[in-house]
């Protein structure tokens, strides 16, 4: 009986991958979803009283909330017209959870959620405190029978992608390398990209060097005698959603840096008004990040690498016949913000440009995944020394590698990426060149205005 729901996380992928079919052949408006549910029950023994869970699914995989109801006449044309997919970006699916047995408590779902926030209870699912919940996606991934799952933004995107008249920008994760296949170069991802409507790619890390040097800059002015402290990863929406919501009392030690994706956005929208940004990564939490009231004009939608890999596979692209449209966008310093240290490493490099004979020495404590996220905030409360004055904390573990929606595993993915940053012919954020165009195109005379200047300090700021 339990096979039917075991392996969820493929199954949806499936179920996501006939849907894109069905809209890169603009035929979505017109297709009959009850027959995709049909097939769905029919291909895995379903039985009837799943119907409700198949059809929540597929509601989440065109980006829309779940229902009660089981009309469907109307969804995928609504979800066609979705400007903006809606809070919250994680969903509870009824139907599942009744099947986990009586020993639920030993699955791996049940300890699932790092924030203290219990999910797993004795009802008929997973109870989401969305006040607590930071969108982390961990209990996503561990739930293998898809009692949970967050909206796919793709089906919103598809008439923008389709309209050639409004460019539609991908902005991509540092950790985007070697997710596509060893020999994928990112040249022939941008080409792939460009196939799917994308006016171009670009390298958030990019961005990742924009704000290394407003934090060098702010590292500097703040943390000036012994005691003194500075808390970053701007990047790690669960790392900053975990000091502001636990820990009130450390957030103005806390870089008021936007993320490098936030910036993306921002910067991009600045240059080009009537642009649209996507932005693609490993984490679940930036679908949440991007829907915050102060950020939700910047970034239009999220899709996640395991989301873009279906997509790719649906419109049949074989990257063996693509030509590689290469660019060095970013520095070595700004393409390792994807694993854990990258951002420390980075923020040193300039820190020790801007004022090398600094008394108190940039000291870096570097940590990843939610134990020891809470473990050194939890030190911090309780006023305990530490050996360190700038503090990068990362929700998971290996960094953005390591995220819930990534195809490869960790210490791969962070090989590729450290060889993908040797591989840039920029080696500090100071060097490089596109930086230096995009202040100018911003009217700034200096790379040092990222942190002076008032409207380019204003684009990066939280």
């Not at 008439?159 to 902005?171: G, I, N, R, S, W």
Request: proline residues 3%; aromatic residues 8%; hydrophobic residues 35%.
């Amino acid at each position: 009986m339990l096979n039917r729901f075991k392996d969820f996380q493929k199954k949806r992928m499936e179920i996501f991958r006939e849907i894109v079919k069905q809209g890169w052949d603009e035929k979505l408006s017109n297709y009959n979803l009850d027959e995709l549910a049909k097939e769905i029950k029919e291909k895995y023994n379903y039985q009837d009283k799943d119907m409700t869970f198949i059809k929540d699914h597929i509601r989440v995989a065109l980006g829309l909330d779940t229902k009660e109801d089981m009309n469907f006449s109307n969804e995928a044309q609504a979800a066609l017209n979705h400007g903006q997919v809606k809070r919250p970006v994680v969903n509870k699916i009824e139907g599942a959870c009744q099947y986990c047995g009586k020993e639920f408590e030993t699955n791996d779902c049940y300890e699932s959620c790092k924030y203290e926030a219990q999910m797993y209870k004795r009802t008929k699912g997973p109870i989401i405190v969305n006040d607590k919940c930071l969108s982390c996606g961990n209990c996503v991934s561990s739930c293998s029978f898809g009692a949970i799952a967050d909206k796919i933004e793709f089906v919103p995107l598809l008439k923008l992608l389709k309209d050639e008249t409004t460019p539609v920008y991908a902005t991509v994760a540092p950790s985007i390398v070697g997710q596509f296949g060893d020999d994928i170069t990112m040249g022939q991802l941008r080409t792939a990209l460009k196939m799917l409507g994308f006016k171009d790619m670009i390298e958030v890390a990019l961005f990742a060097d924009m704000l290394t040097i407003k934090e060098a800059f702010e590292f500097n002015d703040l943390v000036n005698k012994q005691g003194d402290f500075f808390l970053t990863s701007c990047c790690c929406p669960v790392w900053i959603g975990l000091v502001e919501n636990n820990y009130p009392q450390l957030f103005e030690h806390m870089s008021p840096a936007l993320s490098p994706m936030v910036a993306s956005g921002r910067v991009l929208k600045e240059l080009y008004p009537e642009a649209k940004v996507v932005f693609i990564g490993p984490c679940i939490a930036k679908k949440s990040e991007a829907k915050e009231e102060e950020f939700r004009e910047d970034i239009d939608f999220v899709l996640t690498f395991n989301e873009l890999e279906e997509i790719f596979k649906a419109i049949d692209i074989d990257f063996n016949q693509l030509p590689g449209d290469e660019k060095d966008q970013a520095s070595f310093a700004g393409r390792v913000y994807a694993r854990t240290g990258g951002v420390s490493f980075s923020v040193k490099t300039v820190v020790n440009r801007i004022a090398p004979r600094r008394l108190i020495k940039f000291n870096a404590k570097k940590v990843d995944g939610v134990g020891k996220c809470k473990e050194i905030l939890e030190t911090l409360t309780q006023e305990e020394e530490i050996d360190a004055n700038f503090i990068e904390g990362m929700g998971c573990e290996g960094g953005c590698v390591g995220g819930p929606r990534t195809n490869i595993e960790v210490d791969k993915a962070t090989n590729m990426v450290n060889e993908y940053g040797e591989d840039s012919l920029i080696m500090t954020p100071f060097d490089n060149m596109n930086l230096i165009k995009i202040l100018e195109e911003l009217g700034a005379d200096d790379i040092e205005e990222i942190a002076k200047d008032d409207k380019i300090s204003s684009l990066l700021t939280r």
